[in-house]
């Protein structure tokens, strides 16, 4: 009898091995302490040389409540969810190389990290009171976010920008200048405290969508691609997670009338119920402790007497693995997102290998600023972003694909793939490995194979 019950667990358990364990999130107060103490790290040993770099000694973010500034988002405390009615922040560096001060303009201290510097009751006019600063401080650059490439660095509004310059003494007019680079690179650039847990991030979004893209979720016959875009949403709020973008799930199938390999970004993939036999891509992204996964992975649903994922479409797999390998080579510190774009394609090009680039910055947005590399929608030059150049310690969504002819369909399929990495000046490394094989659905079937 014992060696009977010994037989049945073994059995359930090679059957129903045991669930991956959940990747931990952090309760909410304890997400918000480290959120302050790495903005805390920043101002203090990230930004003194970002100031140094791009000449600006003193740095002004202004915005008003719910029309925020994209860097001010950056600059908040964990429990401020916009800014304060006008909340004026100024960073300031007396010489180069040496500690920036912090201001608030504004009624209230801006955390631990701003101190307020004015006082309603003895200046009531708030724009003189930063005037009164800035004629203290007497910067050489003013710098202002208002930026031509970057959206992220223009987020100063007219008005805003209006009432600065009327206030402004007319003889410092000449010194203000526009903040696009000084912005961009402070948004770019990762630090050690924020890298000790972006490897965690990547990996709770890698466990989501390994769970939604499996029979956990999925049933074939009757699951539809919306439904596990809309278990996604779910599972993200279940585990008290953010997203910045509606993920999607498409599907590619041997069926000829099928055009899952041609359809353009610019629209939705339309719904489909879920077949043996599918080809299935997701794309999805999260946010946790104000940073941003963007990651896009494969899946193939087995057919009755398949229990592996066909070799044909592991080999078309490796192309997009190949594709990915040549663009991360051609990172080089320095180089600009159009330089390495059209090294990585002149390598294509030269191996037969067809596909498109379009890898963008990552970290405190999903498409957060930095060098362009290609568009789904334009594989030469983007002017301004792409002239961005490679800087160290920068993070990226490797977004690519690659088009295989697979002669067992006869027809293309596209190999999709992003994931997330940091480049830190000599090589870049993926946060938390990368897809080198399609996911199988179901996962568990070698103990059926006979």
């Known amino acids: 009898m014992k060696k009977l019950l010994l037989v049945l667990l073994v059995s359930i358990i090679i059957v129903f091995p045991a669930l991956s364990q959940q990747p931990a999130v952090l309760p909410l107060k304890a997400q918000a302490e480290l959120i302050d103490s790495w903005l805390d790290y920043r101002i203090e040993n990230v930004l003194p040389d970002l100031m140094t770099e791009t000449g600006i000694d003193m740095w002004i973010v202004i915005s008003r409540e719910y029309n925020e500034d994209p860097v001010i988002r950056t600059l908040l405390p964990a429990t401020w969810m916009a800014a304060r009615r006008r909340t004026i922040l100024v960073m300031y560096q007396p010489e180069k190389g040496g500690k920036v001060e912090t201001f608030a303009i504004a009624r209230y201290d801006v955390g631990k990290a701003f101190k307020r510097a004015w006082d309603p009751e003895s200046q009531p006019d708030q724009w003189e009171a930063l005037m009164d600063l800035i004629k203290e401080k007497n910067p050489k650059k003013i710098g202002l976010n208002m930026a031509k490439n970057y959206g992220h660095a223009d987020g100063l ?38 890298m000790a847990s972006y490897r965690h991030v990547q990996q709770l979004a890698n466990y989501i969508i390994q769970e939604g893209l499996s029979e956990r979720v999925i049933t074939p016959g009757k699951t539809t691609t919306e439904d596990v875009v809309w278990w996604y949403r779910e599972k993200i709020k279940e585990m008290k997670l953010d997203t910045w973008f509606h993920p999607s799930v498409d599907i ?199």
């Open 157 to 194: 509004t007219k008005t805003e920008y209006d009432f600065f310059m009327e206030y402004l003494p007319d003889a410092m007019h000449e010194n203000v200048v526009s903040a696009q680079t000084l912005a961009v690179r402070w948004l770019e650039t990762r630090t050690e405290p924020e």
């Open 252 to 450: 590619q199938r041997a069926d000829p009338d099928s055009d899952g390999a041609s359809r353009s970004f610019s629209s939705r993939p339309s719904e489909m119920t879920i077949m043996p036999g599918d080809l299935l891509h997701i794309d999805f992204g999260i946010t946790y402790l104000r940073l941003n996964t963007d990651t896009q992975q494969l899946a193939y649903v087995l057919k009755p007497g398949e229990f592996e994922v066909p070799e044909f479409l592991n080999k078309a797999f490796e192309a997009g693995n190949r594709v990915q390998d040549i663009l991360t080579e051609n990172y080089v510190a320095g180089r600009t997102g159009n330089e390495i774009l059209r090294a990585t394609r002149n390598q294509m090009d030269r191996e037969g290998i067809r596909g498109s680039i379009y890898t963008h910055p990552l970290g405190f947005y999903g498409h957060s600023a930095g060098p362009t590399i290609g568009m789904w929608d334009n594989q030469g030059d983007t002017p301004g972003a792409g002239d961005h150049p490679l800087y160290a310690n920068t993070g990226y969504a490797i977004e690519l694909n690659a088009v295989v002819f697979v002669k067992e369909w006869n027809k293309d399929v596209r190999i999709m793939l992003e994931e997330g990495a940091l480049f830190d000046g000599e090589k870049v490394t993926y946060y938390n490995g990368r897809q080198r094989k399609i996911l199988a659905i179901p996962r568990q079937t070698n103990y059926l194979n006979n």
